[in-house]
């Protein structure tokens, strides 16, 4: 029998991430579960979890500090999910280059910065697997979410670059891009919105605030077999197995509707537009 993989999840106070810690003990691997606040993990401690704080939008140094605490605890690190995220509600005109930044810190920079805090160890190894926690809105510029949309789509295509970064080194990256799932992401902890400022947007705002105020509680994924189906990517298991690894994992069937849609939206307008888009060309 296998030894059990060492895993490190970052915002697993609820939700997705808490998921995740539930099912990789289950499993009978170990986990290092993270959060800003340790005391929000005393639930997933009481289960098996090991804890540790770590806030995405530290510094590199402090990720890199936070990283070599997790590695001592079993003496390595096989995988990493970067989970943590929040929404940020808003036009683009009343958002603020504040709330912009805030928003890239946490869902880009930060989730980068956390990656390149275990790289140097998963090096050293030539091994291990790093989880993107993506959005299926990364296809889909979503009105007055389009900070939000925006950050998922740059994370989208840092981590395509990473993978082709580090295969040779053999570390695999796994980018996982959820539907909507029954977790408190879109609870007010979870989100922030910005403050209105023009009667022209207030129907807009009304109404896609009301759309997702009322998709709360009843999404279309379980969180739970969303965790399950990542752990058997992971592993290979459970009809996962012999299987080409996926450059990108969606998970629920609104996820699958949408960003088919958006494919072949993107073909018929390209068919459309081909002839022109070529005679650009130098001869």
Not at 22 to 48: F, M, P, W
Not at 174 to 184: A, D, H, I, M, Y
Request: some cysteine.
């Amino acid at each position: 029998m296998s030894s059990p993989q060492i895993w490190l999840v970052t915002g697993t106070s609820s939700g997705l991430g808490a998921a995740f810690v539930e099912t990789i003990i289950a499993r009978g691997d170990k986990v290092i579960a993270t959060a800003r606040n340790v005391d929000s993990l005393l639930h997933l401690k009481a289960l098996g979890a090991e804890t540790l704080q770590l806030d995405v939008s530290s510094s590199q140094e402090e990720l890199n500090k936070t990283a070599q605490d997790a590695i001592s605890i079993y003496g390595r690190i096989d995988i990493v999910v970067n989970n943590a995220g929040y929404v940020q509600f808003g036009t683009i005109e009343e958002t603020t280059i504040e709330e912009w930044n805030q928003q890239y810190q946490t869902n880009v920079f930060g989730t980068l910065n956390a990656t390149r805090a275990f790289l140097p160890h998963l090096r050293d190894n030539k091994s291990g697997t790093i989880i993107f926690i993506g959005s299926m809105v990364a296809w889909d510029g979503v009105p007055t979410v389009g900070t939000y949309c925006s950050s998922k789509a740059a994370l989208h295509y840092a981590v395509e670059a990473l993978s082709r970064e580090v295969a040779s080194v053999g570390i695999k990256t796994l980018l996982v891009e959820p539907g909507t799932f029954r977790t408190k992401f879109l609870s007010s902890q979870n989100q922030k919105r910005a403050a209105p400022k023009y009667k022209d947007y207030e129907e807009l705002n009304m109404t896609v605030s009301g759309d997702f105020d009322q998709l709360a509680g009843n999404q279309t994924g379980d969180p739970q077999k969303a965790a399950e189906l990542v752990v058997n990517v992971v592993k290979g298991e459970n009809g996962t197995g012999g299987k080409k690894w996926p450059s990108t994992l969606l998970l629920g069937s609104d996820a699958v509707d949408l960003i088919r849609k958006r494919c072949q939206e993107t073909l018929r307008e390209l068919d459309e537009w081909e002839v022109l888009s070529r005679s650009t060309d130098v001869y």
